[in-house]
């Protein structure tokens, strides 16, 4: 009784959660991926004449991005806060933010920085300012001032996107499966979707304040911070998430075809944010994404139910039942496995696009592994399609009433009921489904891991700017920038930067060497000039053709050490 309402409601609810689902997914505004600073006022490193001091600091991204309260802050050479208000977008450039500040004395600033790209994944750095003639600020106080919110934020947003996709995917796909026959529905398999739907909905809501932390640097204050949580909420992460867990919610009270469709919202809620927003071309990954998730989530929920319903049998003592739902259930996995297979093949040339980012990239190694387990699964469901559920089936016999096993009797005598002859093919049989589910989730702990990196495509510089960062030492890093990246003339930008995102400049210098190994091009050497801290610069015609590129930027850390790195960048065509 106490459910009618809350049913009646959502059943009222659902074609509106279905139509937000379609405008957050519709309108999504194009963006470039993940943002990158171009700008900022002051620069870094500026030194500003008494009278000319600022009143508010200024960044400026090369696409629109979000900043939430608190996302600019500046500090004085004693870690202590000297700005005012809020963080401020401009109204007419939203790539623009900035903070007003006090007016300030002669002394050093800092000014540390953190903001959300289109693609929901936080950034963040620091720069340093003087006025007048005041002694440059430690690097123990700019990282003291940058390093808050990190620690374990990182490690558990990866854990539980992982363990919410499987969630989802458990729960749309049980229901899926059940729907299609794929599957048997008794008690257990509706406590099992009822679990993993509240599991969904408590992971889901677990998503913004952890986003809360990671994108304001403010630790746990974040977590029960008004205006951080209601600016997660705006955001795509956040409005994902409560789709999400709105949509569950209305599984854990709707039945029939209600459910169903609650549980299809749910999984599709995932294409609010992430790589769907920001690469091209959006129709096709959107298309492919859609498909992939229902297909996934066929097989992974299917695959758990499976495993129920063949408890459920084996204690019934029904080995051929048993083996009639592996049969029934192989032809639905068959299907799912295809689509799955069709749909990431499409989503691999989206993101992906060349071999070489396979294996150049985080993002294409991490899809490597999940293409191994997913082969792994696949080989699994074959063997047990065509080795076990025959060998089971084989391991039963109808004995003729009146006669033993193996004795005879009247041709015309009833069938007694089965006897089994062995529980090896049972035993196995349960074991394989069980790794395939376990193996299942592993995948989608890995794609919570994807996620989180940057598209393989766009880490080698398809279709845009190449960027690109590898560490240098523990607490440094290496960014190589190549723009346009098309074959001609290109500006090639290599900044080195330590852990607070602040120029690092104490090295003896560095050259490159480019290679076209396909084209038996090079190794070209050049010494880029250097055109600020910690930054040097090659403009050339060096990338004359187009292709997969190979840049090793040499370090000489001191006269005796030298650190190679080499970055591959595909180059367009001009």
Known sequence: MNLMLPAFLLRRALPALTAALLSLVVTAAPALAHAQIVQTVPFDTQRIEPGDEPEAVTLTFNEAIDAPPGGIRVFDADGARVDLDGTVAAADDPAVVGRAVEPLDEGSYIVTWRVVSADGHPLRGAY???????????????????????????????????????????????????????????????????????????????????????????????AVSGAQLGSVLASSVGMGALLRAAALGAVLVLRGRQQQAAGVVALLSFLVDGHTRTVDPAWLLFSADAIHLVAGAVWFGGLSVLL???????????????????????????????????????????LVRTPTALFSTDYGVLLQ???????????????????????????????????SESGTASPDAPEAPVVVRTEAGWLRLRSTVRAEVVLLVAIMLVTGWLSSQRPASE?????????????????????????????????????????????YSDVEGLDLQLSLPAQDIGPIERTPVVTGPG?????????????????????????FTQTPLTYTAVVGAG
């Open 128 to 222: 340093v300012f003087t006025v007048g003639d005041g002694a440059a600020v430690s690097d123990a106080v700019v990282a003291d001032v940058f390093g808050g919110g990190g620690g374990a934020v990182g490690p558990t947003s990866v854990v539980v996107a992982g363990l919410s996709y499987a969630s989802v995917l458990l729960v749309a796909g049980a229901l899926l499966a059940l729907a299609f026959g794929g599957a048997r529905e008794d008690e257990r398999v509706r406590l099992l979707v009822h679990r993993a739907a509240m599991a969904g909905v408590a992971l889901s809501l677990l998503t913004v304040p952890l986003q809360a932390m990671a994108v304001s640097g403010d630790g746990l204050a974040a």
């Open 308 to 350: 129920l319903n063949l408890r459920a049998q084996k204690l019934a003592d029904d080995p051929v039942g048993g083996a009639s739902l592996v049969a029934a259930w192989s032809k639905l996995a068959t299907v799912a496995v295809i689509v799955v297979s069709l749909a990431g093949s499409a989503l691999t040339f989206v």
């Open 369 to 403: 592994v999940k293409l191994v387990l997913a082969a792994i699964v696949i080989g699994l469901g074959a063997y047990n399609h065509f080795k076990l559920v025959p060998a089971v089936e084989r391991a039963v016999v109808r004995v003729p009433a009146g006669a």
């Open 459 to 503: 880490a080698v510089g398809i279709g845009g700017l190449f960027d690109g960062t590898q560490a240098l030492t523990d607490t440094v890093d290496l960014q190589l920038l190549i723009d346009p990246n098309l074959a001609g003339r290109n500006s090639i930008h290599i900044y080195l930067l330590d852990e607070t995102g602040r120029p």
């Open 535 to 559: 930054h040097w610069t090659l403009e050339g015609g060096e990338l004359a053709l187009p292709g997969t590129w190979e840049i090793t930027v040499n370090v000489r850390i001191d006269r």
